[in-house]
């Protein structure tokens, strides 16, 4: 089962590598993909360029372990960055009995809807959505419909076919944003312990999202 794990990455952090992780080890992936966007088309655009996002990313996974890999076909696509377009390149690479995983946080889920052809990225895989234990939010009608239809409560089931379920899987939640990190450093405050050293000397030696002047 191959894991997607998509975003900017701007910068990359601890919140998503340990969420990575948790979703990699709870879910017993084969393989697990980061996919930076070139351009993100559901929120503002990124502080840093592709090419700077992608350094970060790969500071922060230098020999990647095993399993891990860093996925760059959004990179090398122009326009902004459509899931539904990744997993259709995806699919046409790995083949269609592949059990295949869109790894999401519960923001990005409960904006599904807003995505696009937001339906058809369940006939092209899994959604596994990261939520910390206890919250439940208000769902939006068109999902409520969906989960009704595919929700599963058991990880064996992903493993069974290629696509069309969600499940659930409670993360840890570290209280780290990579706006939060992109303010400490434009304030000269040091981000350490946010992200892994090898990325904070990228963003040191690129001075990114350092104030003008």
């Given at each position: 089962m191959?894991?997607?794990?998509?975003?900017?990455?701007?910068?990359?952090?601890?919140g998503h590598?340990?969420?990575a992780?948790?979703?990699?080890?709870?879910?017993?992936?084969?393989?697990?993909?980061?996919?930076?966007c070139?351009?993100?088309?559901?929120?503002?655009?990124?502080g840093?360029t592709?090419?700077?996002?992608?350094?970060m990313?790969?500071?922060a996974?230098?020999?990647?372990a095993?399993?891990?890999?860093?996925?760059?076909?959004?990179l090398?696509?122009?326009?902004?960055?459509?899931?539904?377009d990744?997993?259709?390149?995806l699919?046409?690479?790995?083949?269609?009995?592949?059990?295949l995983?869109l790894?999401?946080?519960?923001?990005?889920?409960?904006g599904l809807?807003?995505?696009?052809r937001w339906?058809?990225?369940?006939?092209?895989?899994?959604?596994a959505?990261?939520?910390?234990?206890?919250f439940?939010?208000?769902?939006?009608?068109?999902?409520?419909?969906?989960?009704?239809?595919r929700?599963?409560?058991?990880?064996?089931?992903?493993?069974?076919r290629?696509?069309?379920?969600?499940?659930f899987?409670?993360?840890?939640?570290?209280?780290?944003?990579?706006?939060?990190i992109?303010?400490l450093?434009?304030?000269?405050?040091?981000?350490?312990?946010?992200?892994?050293?090898t990325?904070?000397?990228?963003?040191?030696?690129?001075?990114?999202?350092?104030?003008?002047?």
């Open positions: 191959i894991g997607i794990y998509g975003g900017t990455f701007d910068p990359v952090h601890y590598l340990r969420t992780l948790e979703v990699r080890e709870t879910l017993g992936l084969t393989e697990l993909r980061f996919v930076p070139q351009i993100p088309a559901h929120r503002d655009t990124p840093a592709p090419e700077q996002r992608l350094a990313l790969r500071a996974l230098p020999d990647a095993a399993g891990t890999r860093i996925d760059t076909r959004e090398e696509r122009s326009g902004p960055s459509f899931m539904v990744t997993l259709i390149s699919r046409e690479e790995i083949g269609s009995t592949i059990p995983l790894i999401v946080g519960l923001d990005a889920f409960l809807p807003r995505w696009r339906e058809t990225l369940l006939e092209l895989a899994h959604v959505v990261m939520r910390r234990p206890g439940e939010p208000e769902w939006p009608t068109e999902l409520v419909r969906e989960q009704d239809r929700l599963t409560h058991q990880a064996a089931d992903l493993r069974d290629p696509s069309g379920l969600i499940h899987v409670n993360v840890m939640q570290l209280d780290i944003s990579a706006s939060r992109r303010c450093i434009a304030n000269g405050q040091s981000a350490r312990n946010l992200t892994p050293d990325v904070l000397e990228v963003i040191d030696r690129l001075g990114l999202y350092r104030q003008a002047g």
